[in-house]
């Protein structure tokens, strides 16, 4: 008689509770613990254990071991495309470090940049660029970083110009017919992309606007205590850098990249590495100070400071200990904490899929969903929801648009009001949460915490309660004509066997 392989059982609420029961109480403890500094390891800990949680809870319901190892890499492999764009990212910061573009940057920022205005200026700067590219990751990576390090030396807070960084790039990230959010949100909820960004502009323009009035109020609260003095400033990176167009040159490059589509690992490393070569031309005496080795001759020295640079990090030496730290840091060893974070929670999110706990934490949600506000308030909190858990956005997006696409179209809601929901809720919350692939590349690349950050990315936070409201409101759902034959509940084996489309298959690069 054949062998005949048991079927997993479908688990309890009570299953899909444990580990993320396990999960809170573990980061909760880490962050008692350690602090600020439980990102460093402490979190990533915490997550892993969490994950073998899930993984005994999947053994006792009949999942095998082999099939929830394989689940949790295939999870961690659809964000190699995210982790390389990382390390590029880290590259390029320590290349721009070293040939001046930062210090470059910054010089022609202290003196144009008023303190006032400075959080509404990042904010439309970076909203204006990654509507032009369809980029947030982008925009973060390279002008976020130049803004940031420009706002210690105006003396304004780190911590709210990131959060304008991200309102800036996730706005026009999301408005962007470029960006791959905003392509996948539709395909998921079958309508097409135009469509989709004018049912968006309901919701994403007002909360856009509202942002940017109160970071003018920001800038009229600001007290630039501890700012550069600008002449001083201006002298010591001027002594230390060569500054100017020439160290500008490859920015322009990777963002030319980026609107031409060029991947974005290949579009960092371009930059990182015309930034060396301008450097070893340019900046050789902070790169021989930088090396320290006399051993060598000088251009196998200034071949290692530019290998160091993008490895490991630079360490500027311009006389001035403000500019010193202002203009140090970058490499890819800088992101290893950030990748792994990315890598246990994506493990965490691929068992917990795996196994149907997702699935079973969302189903009550579905199920009292009967009325239109109900079933677009539903949507955004499962979108949200799998954002906390399962830690990436397009396991969100995708995910969220296959369980609730039916029941949209057997009430004849129009599914542009779907793709919008869940693109504000999916997409700009992404950044707010630490442990989120989005989250973690936004911390580890700008190098503020996403604690710090999170209350002042005003876009990100009003998006989805303006969305949140109009749903409630009954405002802007649209309506089709039924579909006839539709069941508004998916078959329950079907939906216990998720996602239809999995993570992996979704390119992990915005």
């Known amino acids: ?86 390390l590029s990212v880290g590259a390029l910061i320590g290349a721009w470090n070293m040939s001046g573009t930062i210090a470059t940057m910054t010089d022609w920022g202290l003196q144009i940049l008023s303190p006032t205005f400075f959080y509404l200026t990042t904010a439309i700067i970076c909203a204006l660029v990654a509507l032009g590219i369809g980029s947030s990751w982008t925009v973060m990576g390279t002008i976020g970083v130049a803004l ?3 706002s210690e030396g105006l003396g304004v807070s780190m911590a709210m110009t990131a959060g ?25 909820a079958g309508t097409d992309i135009y469509t989709h960004i004018r049912a968006m502009m309901s919701t994403t323009i007002p909360s856009f606007i509202i942002a940017l009035g109160l970071y003018t109020f920001l800038g009229f609260q600001v007290n630039p205590e501890g700012a550069l003095q600008v002449d001083a400033a201006q002298v010591f990176i001027e002594g230390a850098f060569f500054t100017g167009i020439i160290p500008m040159i490859p920015l322009v490059i990777v963002i030319v ?35 320290g ?80 506000r109900g079933i677009v308030t539903a949507t955004g909190t499962t979108a949200i929801g799998i954002n906390l858990i399962a830690a990436d956005q397009y396991l969100a997006i995708v995910l969220t648009g296959n369980v609730y696409k039916e029941e949209y179209a057997a009430k004849g809601i129009a599914p542009q009001t779907l793709s919008r929901e869940i693109e504000d809720t999916a997409t700009v919350t992404s950044p707010l949460i630490p442990w989120n692939s989005c ?72």
């Open 1 to 86: 008689m054949p062998h005949q392989t048991q079927q997993p059982r479908k688990p309890s609420m009570g299953d899909a509770l444990i580990p993320v029961g396990f999960l809170v109480l573990a980061l909760a403890v880490s962050v008692y613990l350690y602090g600020g500094d439980s990102i460093g390891g402490p979190v990533q800990f915490a997550m892993f254990l969490a994950m073998i949680v899930a993984a005994l809870v999947g053994l006792k319901n009949g999942h095998t071991f082999a099939g929830m190892s394989k689940a949790g890499i295939d999870s961690v492999a659809s964000a190699m495309g995210a982790i390389f764009i990382l």
């Open 148 to 150: 940031v390090a420009i």
């Open 164 to 188: 304008a960084v991200i309102s800036g790039a996730y706005f026009g990230d999301k408005m962007s017919p470029l960006s791959e959010t905003t392509n996948l949100a539709p395909a998921v």
């Open 257 to 291: 990249m980026a609107v031409r589509k060029i991947p974005p690992t290949l579009a960092n490393i371009s930059g990182a590495l015309s930034e060396a070569l301008i450097a070893m031309i340019w900046q050789q005496e902070q790169i021989l100070a930088f090396v």
């Open 293 to 372: 080795d006399t051993d060598l001759s000088r251009p196998w020295a200034l071949l290692k400071g530019a290998w160091s640079a993008m490895a490991n990090g630079f360490i500027a030496d311009t006389g001035s200990e403000r500019l010193d730290e202002l203009l140090s840091g970058g490499g890819m060893e800088s992101m290893l904490t950030t990748v792994w974070l990315i890598m246990v929670a994506l493990a965490f999110g691929g068992v917990m899929n795996h196994c149907g706990f997702l699935a079973r934490l969302i189903e009550p949600l579905r199920r009292r969903a009967r009325s239109d």
């Open 439 to 510: 989250g973690a590349y936004a911390a580890g690349v700008l190098g503020v915490e996403t604690v710090a950050y999170f209350p002042f990315a005003f876009f990100n936070l009003i998006n989805p309660v303006l969305s949140f409201i109009y749903a409630l409101l009954g405002m802007q759902i649209k309506h089709v004509q039924p579909e006839s034959g539709v069941s508004p509940s998916p078959h329950e084996a079907d939906f216990y066997g998720v996602s239809g489309r999995r993570a992996d298959e979704v390119p992990l690069e915005d």
